[in-house]
């Protein structure tokens, strides 16, 4: 089956940028969604379609994908952003919906 | 306002069954593929199901595949999970989603909406 690689954590001082990446065989013939979810909520799309930014969403965040990784990127980053982020593809082969590990992103 | 409200979770013996229901408000369910996600604790999401529009097309992650069935009720807003042969190892929070879209496989986009999740304990 298809695997999704996240790092477990990526730290960032406030007002820097933040790299999430997502690797996988060839992801960038995929279409990837990226979640944010803080601590005891429900899941927020915050990326979808690799760079695709939902209304609300913050034009700081921000997707893209080539090769063997997908990445997000948020810019000026805020105490707010702190929580755990997941990408997420459809795999073709096996009919699944695939979500990876989860970063834990904190901010210094 | 777009919401789903899930319930029927609760505390179940290993080997026994729930009913998990998605009440949804706000946006015509029968236009949407809709799914199952779940988090054991401390733990991240794993997707478990997906269902068609029209609820004539499902799929399943292999964990749950032969133990859970999806399926929708449109005329009454409702999502289904019917969970049978519980194991310890599926103690957790059940989220139901919206997809972005009818589109079935969902190849593109995904979920949207998500409900605030119901707790199922297997012990």
């Known amino acids: 089956s298809y695997v999704l690689t996240q790092p477990p954590s990526v730290s960032v001082a406030p007002g820097q940028t933040a790299r999430i990446t997502c690797g996988g065989n060839n992801i960038e013939s995929k279409s990837v969604q990226w979640y944010q979810q803080k601590t005891g909520q429900a899941p927020v799309v915050v990326v979808y379609d690799d760079s695709d930014r939902p209304s609300g969403i913050p034009e700081r965040f921000s997707g893209s994908n080539s090769g063997n990784t997908a990445t997000l990127t948020i810019s000026r980053v805020e105490g707010g952003d702190e929580a755990d982020y997941y990408c997420?593809?459809?795999?073709?082969?096996?009919?699944?919906?695939?979500f990876g590990g989860g970063t834990k992103l904190t901010v210094l | 306002e777009v919401q789903l409200l899930e319930s029927g979770g609760g505390l179940v013996q290993p080997g026994g069954s729930l009913r998990l229901s998605c009440a949804a408000s706000?946006?015509?369910?029968?236009?949407?593929?809709m799914g199952w996600v779940r988090q054991a604790p401390g733990k991240g999401l794993e997707w478990l199901s997906i269902i068609s529009a029209s609820g004539d097309a499902t799929y399943y992650a292999d964990s749950v595949k032969g133990r859970f069935t999806i399926s929708r009720d449109n005329s009454k807003n409702t999502l289904y999970l019917q969970m049978n042969s519980l194991r310890a190892e599926d103690t957790a929070l059940y989220y139901c989603?919206?997809?972005?879209?009818?589109?079935?496989?969902?190849?593109?986009?995904?979920?949207?909406?998500w409900g605030q999740g119901t707790t199922v304990t297997v012990s």
């Open positions: 706000g946006f015509t369910l029968r236009r949407y593929v």
């Open positions: 989603a919206k997809d972005v879209n009818g589109d079935f496989p969902p190849l593109y986009y995904g979920m949207d909406v």
């Open positions: 997420q593809v459809w795999d073709s082969s096996s009919d699944h919906r695939v």
